[in-house]
């Protein structure tokens, strides 16, 4: 719901960082996947039972997945780049509620499971219209440049890293914030299929 509002606030000094890489040699590809390292040492040390450690390893991860495709626009993009971003970003969403249900499974499991349905009903809608937007030569910036096509929804990314990172700061609230975060998550889903199948319809 607020990425688009957040890129203009965020996009100069990222794309400022990512030509400043670039022109090092630091490849868009090298981001990624050190960026998605991150990620799940943050998860392990969830797990671990350290999330006050995670928030700043999560904020990083994040800080990475901005900074990939900022050093891909100052050098070339790729399809394995894009590939990438979006697949080990969907690993690392999946990651942290299981290291939340690991780290205390009488608490946390019930809420990480419905968290993780809703994940992926989200992710569901999100890429399945992505892939219905290429066939038809659907296309948008209004999220900046992606590989793909992001239908926005009330559950994106700022809404999803504010979420882990309370989740980190407040890690006894988590079945809280999980439940309600789930929630918000179907509703995107579903609106996301009823917008969808309005646009698609023949």
Known sequence: MFDARLRPLIDPPINAAGRYLAARGVTADAVTVAGFGLGLLAALIVALGAPVVAFFLIALNRLADGLDGA??????????????????????????????????????????????????????????????????????????????????????????IAVFLAMCLWPQAFPLLAWGFAAICLVSALARVILVARMLKD
């Open 71 to 160: 050093v891909a626009r100052a050098s070339h993009t790729s399809d394995r780049g894009g590939y990438l971003d979006i697949v080990l970003d969907f690993f690392f969403y999946g990651a942290v509620p299981f290291a939340f249900a690991l780290l205390d499974p009488d608490a946390n499991a019930l809420a990480a499971a419905a968290l993780l349905l809703a994940f992926y009903m989200n992710g569901a809608s999100f890429l399945g219209f992505s892939v219905m937007a290429e066939k038809r030569g659907i296309t948008t910036d209004i999220q900046g440049q992606k590989s793909l096509y992001y239908l926005g929804g009330l559950a994106e990314g700022a809404e999803t």
